[in-house]
């Protein structure tokens, strides 16, 4: 939330025909008539209708108070502002005082001019927000930019500053960041010859209709050399129209890292608008609308509008979605041969064949008794839908697909560098990367602390500024590890402490489900003691789901702070150790519990007559008879469908929703829809009211951790990369449609790659070549029905795979009680009940006879 004082920053040449669109169909604002569209040359434009507006700042329009606090921070304003002309000069001195005179005299005493009314006082706390903003604007005029205000807007207690960034100083900044511009000179790209190019030509004609309908995805024969802008080039530049040389995105690009340069403490958010911009009217028909959900992305618009770092995320992602392609072709394939092969499955005929009789120990002490094995023939039906011979082939072929996709992603981002003309963008990358305002202010401290460690006054802003100069001009320092060292025991403590709540979390749904179990059991309704493994199962999963949820908000709050505890350099390093953080966190918190049932459920129960206990009372759950691949996909399949439908979807559609509805509540503009239809508002004014951008984090998270289910845990759900196909094809067009109509511009960054999602994303890779290995060879009966086939069966099929599985269990040695209250529950007594896996050890051949 913004508070009052602070700043929310908005860049000009934006969205107007998307947003406009989008705002007729909310019912907010009428269509735009003729007379009524020149009047929103004032939103791209000064009043003087010559320069234009590159960035937009909003602040709270209240006045400064005309009491003692009030001519006390003016006096400070007074102070500031000549120390600062004087700094720059004598011609500067002379004029900014009689600027400053000026706007003393037109200052009301005891008026809001814009309320029309007294105006409130405001103390102390309010009128030094109102000295830093005004300090800052100086500031900004100080590095060139021309500021126009625009406090009498149509939003009540909102006032807006226009920026504007003047030819010279866009050509001193554009030099500074050794952007590329295209040149004059041109060349011929080179084009297929011979039967390449007819099949070229060929699949061009096939593809064609998914194409948007965009000039990016004409093809292009000549293309402009760049180059690295110089003021002492300038005859290499077509410059024959300045005000369009450089685009909306480059001109907000420059004012912003002019607003990061002078090191303003205020979270600056953008706000969209450009009349004149026809680019978000092609985004929302062309790539933000779920009815062109089939055709490609236009990527490079995308790049243009909104920069290169955003660009390469829908770059990645629609590649991902387009690789999930054959990857869901092939599980369904599996799926489908499991099905058709359930019938001649001999392990599941012989566990559905009521004629052999088998007798199974007890589930549960007391309260479960002895049941048929032919009761579970639908789970062993069911589990070799997912557990059969082309399980494996699925999983050696995922592996393979992880490995293609890392490479195609590599080729296809090293053609964007090339495209994007962001070739040697690395060196300036590092070049440029600045330190943070809070790293800064922590070294300001430290060489401040030895000299005051008896003193423990607040820094006012003056005295914060000047030590700032002073720090700066006569030493450099750095934060060392000693001074981390207690952030860094923090996070290690924290981070411990978050996996241990996860594990214990765990451990009460085992907890849950043994007692669920007992308690089903107890029910005299004989559906219901059929169906408690079924009815626990599921429960046990859709509570693991909500739990997950929970925590993910959780843990995402506890990794931002332990970063901000770090005190990062630089924006750069806050976000690295941020995701890094986040998505440990994450990682162990939506695997956890598959990774419980695939690899640790029903190997700590004991054996029959000693079984395991927890807290003397809960007997460790078993797995049912086939493994636990089935529980295993069930869970996999609720918490991957849940969290993409939930968390994915329907949050990211009803949360911006609602933090936009709770905006204009707080304005007091919700009450007023109906005015509001009467009153055209200005783009900047309608955008003031859209959420801001938050980065890609949130986005990048979900996919990767979508990439884990999708990889991890294949073999025991073939069906996940169909899934994720279908979730990302909504989840693109989602996405866009959010970056266009629900969200604000965010100021355009360049970026050479994904960063340090690629370095997670082989992570997660690699990790899953073991971890299906693992599955195949302790989750799944792959290779006890390979061995027995091969070395025990006497003709070399799987008939008596089943009965050689089986352990055999004298009901006598039973533990005082923890034998069966209902021994006659089946309608006869029992002598033998079998168990399983067999237990070869010799020392249990007194209990155990084959």
């Known amino acids: 939330s913004r508070r009052e004082g602070d700043y929310c920053t908005l860049s000009a040449q934006q969205r107007t025909a998307s947003r406009q669109a989008a705002c007729e169909r909310s019912g907010l604002l009428k269509a735009l008539t003729p007379q009524e569209s020149s009047l929103c040359q004032h939103g791209l434009f000064f009043l003087d209708g010559q320069r234009r507006v590159d960035y937009v700042l909003s602040y709270p329009s209240k006045k400064p108070s005309s009491g003692r606090s009030g001519r006390q921070a003016t006096h400070l304003l007074t102070e500031n502002a000549v120390a600062r002309s004087l700094r720059r000069g004598p011609q500067s001195r002379e004029r900014h005082i009689p600027q400053h005179q000026g706007q003393r005299a037109k200052e009301p005493s005891g008026v809001d001019v814009e309320l029309g009314c007294p105006a409130e006082t405001l103390n102390g706390h309010e009128d030094q927000k109102i000295l830093r903003r005004e300090e800052f604007e100086g500031k900004l005029r100080d590095m060139g930019l021309e500021l126009e205000k625009d406090e009498e807007t149509k939003i009540s207690g909102v006032s807006f500053v226009k920026i504007h960034a003047p030819w010279n100083i866009l050509c001193r900044e554009a030099e500074l960041m050794k952007l590329k511009m295209p040149t004059k000179k041109v060349y011929e790209v080179k084009q297929l010859r011979g039967v390449v190019e007819k099949i070229s030509s060929l699949v061009s004609k096939v593809v064609e209709p998914l194409h948007p309908q965009v000039e990016e995805h004409q093809p292009k024969n000549i293309k402009h050399l760049s180059h690295t802008f110089s003021r002492e080039k300038q005859h290499l530049f077509d410059l024959s129209d300045k005000d369009y040389f450089f685009d909306s995105k480059t001109r907000s690009s420059i004012v912003s890292s002019l607003m990061i340069f002078k090191r303003y403490n205020k979270a600056m958010q953008k706000i969209q608008h450009n009349p004149l911009d026809c680019h978000p009217q092609l985004l929302y028909e062309e790539w933000a609308n779920y009815g062109v959900f089939y055709k490609y992305q236009p990527i490079g618009l995308v790049r243009k509008y909104f920069g290169e770092k955003i660009g390469l995320y829908f770059a990645w992602l629609g590649l991902y979605t387009q690789m999930l392609i054959p990857a869901s072709l092939v599980g369904v394939i599996v799926f489908l041969y499991g099905c058709a092969t359930v019938n001649d499955n001999i392990p599941s005929m012989e566990i559905c064949n009521t004629m052999n009789n088998i007798t199974m120990c007890p589930l549960c002490d007391r309260v479960c008794s002895y049941w048929e094995l032919s009761s579970a023939c639908a789970t062993a039906r069911a589990s070799h839908l997912f557990d059969n011979p082309a399980t494996v082939f699925f999983s050696i072929f995922m592996a393979l697909w992880a490995a293609m996709f890392m490479e195609h992603w590599k080729r296809r981002q090293m053609r964007l560098n090339y495209e994007w003309d962001l ?52 030493t450099i320092k750095k934060l060392t590890c000693q001074d981390r060292l207690p952030a860094y025991m923090t996070n290690l403590v924290m981070m411990l402490l978050m996996i241990g709540v996860t594990f214990a979390i765990v451990f009460g749904v085992i907890l849950y489900r043994i007692s669920t179990k007992a308690a089903l059991y107890m029910s005299a309704n004989p559906v219901t003691r059929s169906n408690a493994q079924l009815t626990v199962k599921t429960t046990a999963a859709i509570i693991n789901l909500v739990v997950i949820l929970i925590l993910d908000e959780v843990y995402g709050a506890v990794a931002r702070w332990l970063t901000v505890l770090e005190v990062p350099k630089t924006d750069k390093s806050f976000e690295e150790r941020l995701i890094f953080k986040t998505f440990i966190l994450k990682f162990v918190n939506a695997f956890t519990p598959i990774i419980y049932i695939a690899f640790f459920r029903g190997r700590l129960v004991g054996r029959p007559g000693s079984y395991l206990y927890v807290f003397e009372s809960y007997r460790m ?21 849940g969290k993409q439908l939930i968390q994915n979807n329907l949050f990211e559609i009803g949360v911006p929703k609602l933090k936009k509805l709770i905006r204009y509540i707080r304005s007091k503009q919700g009450a007023f829809q109906e005015e509001e239809r009467q009153k055209k508002l200005q783009r900047y004014e309608t955008d003031h009211f859209l959420e801001p951008f938050a980065g890609l984090t949130p986005e990048y998270m979900e996919m990767i951790i979508q990439f884990g289910f999708v990889t991890l845990f294949v073999a025991s759900f073939p069906l996940a990369p169909l899934f994720a196909l279908l979730n990302n094809i909504i989840e693109i067009r989602l996405d866009a449609k959010k970056f266009v109509t629900e969200l604000r511009r965010p100021v355009a960054a360049r970026a050479k790659d994904i960063g340090i999602w690629y370095n997670l994303l082989r992570g997660v890779a690699n990790v899953a070549v073991i971890i299906n290995a693992f599955v195949i060879s302790f989750t799944s009966d792959f290779i006890p029905r390979m061995v027995y086939q091969y070395m025990y069966s006497p003709d070399g099929s799987m008939h008596g795979f089943v009965n050689n599985t089986l352990s055999y269990f004298n009901v006598s040695h039973f533990q005082q009680g923890k ?23 010799d020392w249990l051949l007194s209990l155990f006879s084959r």
């Not at 007594?829 to 896996?837: A, F, I, L, T």
């Open 423 to 474: 070739t040697g963008f690395e060196d300036e990358e590092v070049s440029g990367d600045h330190p943070r305002a809070e790293y800064e202010l922590r070294v300001m401290q430290k060489s401040t602390s030895k000299d005051q460690k008896a003193q423990h006054k607040v820094i006012t802003w003056q005295a914060l500024k000047t030590l700032c100069v002073c720090v700066f001009m006569s």
């Open 621 to 641: 759950e078993e797995c049912a008879h086939g493994g636990c691949l089935m529980e295993l996909c069930i869970q996999l399949s609720i918490t991957m469908l």
């Open 819 to 841: 034998e069966p209250m209902d021994p006659l529950y089946l309608g006869h007594p029992v002598q033998m009940c079998s168990s399983g896996p067999c237990w070869r050890s």
